[in-house]
């Protein structure tokens, strides 16, 4: 049973004509005191909560209504429907626990789809996994290991991955983000069409619009033809928007209208397209902390995450080492044409200890460049130590990375790192913002306050 929650009687003959048109059972209430008659009498499946239902529009009604219910039914899921000018109530409500928000006017395929994966988000699942049934029941061929926390990631892919839910993936870098977007894809209903990958780090402000929008012949100089965008490339299937935290504000505002609505303009045309894509995101940032700071919109953080997934780092699964080790190895017997190549016991063992801050991406980096470098078929601790010498130390010795005390300022060695890191990344500012750890607009006013010449993006 789904219950309404709505004071305006055409939006309840509205969505009561959709619902039960799509086989579930409905009933309906004004306000809060009709909305617990029916509580009284049957628990819901899911609730519809209207953010307004009174004369005072505040939206504070909503809210109070909305903290009342979960605290009676906590695990009863709760779907806003609010205005765009109540996006910031939205927020609100998603803090206090609903699930989603819907704006209006809304699509009828973006609310059922949003009330279907609330509900499969609400099913129990089974505890303690197991690799190997979780292999009997998805397709995560190239995700390697057996740790405990690995295996909850991956039930909770299996469990997400056949609805359209928004997924957040956070990790350090070279944690097999992009892998796990994959897995997620390959296991969803949309795995027959296009899995679209998007670097937002990679993409300047200016051609923001362009790449993921498209655009039609003449919207600018260099517009000799028209173009489609990556959300349309991906309709019916999944985009994968990564490093999302690089964002600019003007970007966001864009990006989240399409999530919210499914509806873009090309760039340089007023004819809306809709598309209908499972939208995944990832980031080595903290989005939290972002938005407390005012650089990341909140009410866009809500939208992308209604599951969030976070990749432990290497060193957090040790264990997995050997695994991943070997899986290496047996693809690279392949590609080298070396049938014969294995590690030895001692050497996987060493590896479990190695310091590894770039994850399993330096890993397979490593082991790679050891085959590559060494004549022996069975690896050893010497062969990883002799080729370890020539790649950068990741985590250089304070003795060697900083000048002595009292012969450089503060602000001399921040000129001199963002020099450098601006002349090694050739001048390209969202790299260099993320080498050094700070965002863009934080690199510009650096730029602006040494003079460093800069290229906009």
């Not at 397209?273 to 995944?280: E, F, H, K």
């Not at 070396?338 to 050497?347: E, I, Q």
Request: glycine fraction near 6%; aromatic fraction near 6%; charged fraction near 25%.
């Amino acid at each position: 049973m789904l219950l309404i929650i709505d004071d305006d009687i055409a939006i309840q003959t509205s969505l009561s004509l959709l619902f039960r048109k799509e086989g579930f059972t409905v009933r309906l209430a004004d306000g809060p005191f009709e909305a617990f008659e029916v509580l009284n009498e049957e628990v819901p499946e899911l609730i519809l909560l209207d953010m307004n239902f009174s004369v005072d529009t505040s939206g504070d009604d909503g809210l109070r209504l909305l903290r009342r219910i979960r605290e009676r039914l906590p695990n009863v899921p709760v779907i806003l429907i609010t205005g765009w000018g109540s996006i910031d109530l939205a927020v609100e409500g998603m803090k206090s626990g609903a699930k989603d928000f819907i704006t209006k006017p809304w699509q009828n395929d973006h609310l059922l789809q949003s009330v279907r994966t609330a509900l499969n988000l609400a099913q129990s699942v089974a505890a303690s996994p197991n690799r190997r049934k979780l292999d009997q029941q998805f397709r995560f061929d190239n995700i390697v290991g057996e740790d405990p926390n690995l295996l909850d990631i991956l039930t909770t892919i299996g469990r997400v991955a056949p609805t359209d839910a928004p997924v957040l993936i956070t990790g350090e870098s070279g944690t097999g983000k992009e892998l796990i977007a994959e897995a997620i894809h390959q296991n969803s209903r949309r795995k027959r069409h296009p899995f679209v990958k998007v670097n937002l780090g990679g993409i300047s402000s200016t051609l923001f619009e362009s790449e993921l929008f498209g655009h039609v012949r003449g919207a600018f100089t260099d517009a000799k033809t028209d173009r489609i965008g990556r959300f349309e490339l991906a309709n019916k299937g999944s985009i994968f928007l990564d490093e999302i935290g690089d964002l600019d504000p003007a970007s966001q505002v864009k990006l989240l209208r399409v999530l919210q609505d499914r509806t873009f303009e090309p760039l340089g045309s007023s004819k809306s397209r809709t598309v209908d894509v499972r939208v995944i995101c990832a980031t080595n940032r903290n989005l939290e902390e972002m938005v407390s700071k005012g650089q990341f919109r909140e009410d866009l953080f809500y939208r992308i995450n209604l599951i969030t997934v976070r990749l432990p780092a290497l060193r957090e699964r040790p264990g997995d080492i050997p695994l991943l080790v070997n899986y290496f190895v047996d693809n690279l017997k392949t590609i080298y044409n070396r049938p014969d190549l294995r590690v030895g016991a001692v050497a996987q063992k060493w590896l479990k200890n190695l310091a590894l801050p770039g994850n399993i991406r330096q890993l397979k980096n490593v082991v790679e460049r050891t085959v590559l470098l060494s004549a022996n078929d069975e690896l050893q601790v010497e062969d990883f130590e002799r080729n370890l010498t020539s790649a950068p130390n990741p985590m250089p010795s304070s003795q060697t990375s900083l000048p002595q005390i009292g012969t450089m300022t503060l602000e001399e060695m921040e000129y001199q790192m963002i020099h450098r890191a601006m002349a090694f990344h050739q001048n390209r500012v969202a790299k260099v913002a993320r080498a050094l750890g700070i965002t863009r607009f934080a690199l510009y006013r650096r730029l602006e306050k040494f003079g460093i010449p800069y290229a906009e993006e």
